[in-house]
């Protein structure tokens, strides 16, 4: 039980394009989910907290308009990079967490982005 | 803002060896939860703890919740080279709430 999946597992894309991540849970119903990032040998960062249906809450200095985040339902969110730049590049892992013997984050397997 | 001391950095031990690392923190935590991740993977839960004094167990590994709630101590016994990763602590205030993570503890087991 809780299993939560990542796709793409690594992109890369060119600086000004966008990209969406998905990040779902395959098993039990989400209603929160959080996407973080990780640099090389470092730990993972909080960017943003998504209760499903309503807006994403993000983390002080991480931009709103930049990583745009939809939770639309109990089993998917996603987040756009929008206007991709190199500095852009890391590791984004995202997390759920459901309700009962979920309550716990799970974890995805991360996505690898690299922008050119 | 809180803030995990995690330690130690890294370890390099023999297969078979046990192997210990704790997190501390300067204020009061009343979830503690322990996470393996390895490399380009996301974590895996390994052990949530949520009472002060609890000591659990998930196979080799052994965790507690330290009673004061500022530290946590995991333990591996007769480490296995698969037993290779980054472990991570973190911290709740609340159940539910945001997640307060180490630094991590880079493990390496020699065969």
């Known amino acids: 039980g809780a299993v939560v999946s990542q796709h793409p597992s690594w992109v890369i894309c060119k600086s000004g394009t966008s990209v969406k991540i998905e990040c779902r849970s395959l098993?039990?119903?989400?209603?929160?989910m959080f996407w973080y990032r990780q640099f090389p040998k470092q730990s993972l960062m909080l960017m943003a907290t998504s209760n499903e249906g309503s807006k994403a809450t993000y983390e002080q200095g991480v931009e709103k308009d930049k990583f745009l985040i939809n939770h639309a339902s109990l089993t998917l969110s996603t987040l756009t990079v929008t206007s991709a730049h190199p500095e852009d590049s890391s590791f984004y892992i995202c997390?759920?967490?459901?309700?009962?013997?979920?309550?716990?984050?799970?974890f995805g397997p991360g996505t690898r982005l690299t922008v050119t | 803002g809180q803030q995990l001391n995690q330690s130690p950095q890294s370890m390099f031990i023999q297969e078979g060896e046990d192997v210990s690392m704790n997190c501390t923190s300067s204020s009061i935590f009343n979830t503690w939860l322990w996470y393996k991740q390895d490399p380009g993977e996301g974590p895996v839960l390994l052990i949530a703890l949520y009472k002060a004094g609890e000591l659990t167990s998930n196979g080799r590994l052994t965790a507690q919740f330290g009673i004061t709630r500022k530290d946590s101590f995991l333990n591996i016994s007769a480490s296995i080279p698969s037993d290779v990763g980054i472990y991570f602590c973190a911290g709740q205030v609340t159940s539910g709430s945001r997640l307060t993570f180490g630094e991590g503890t880079q493990l390496t087991v020699n065969p």
């Open positions: 098993d039990f119903q989400a209603t929160t």
């Open positions: 997390s759920a967490r459901g309700t009962g013997l979920f309550y716990e984050q799970y």
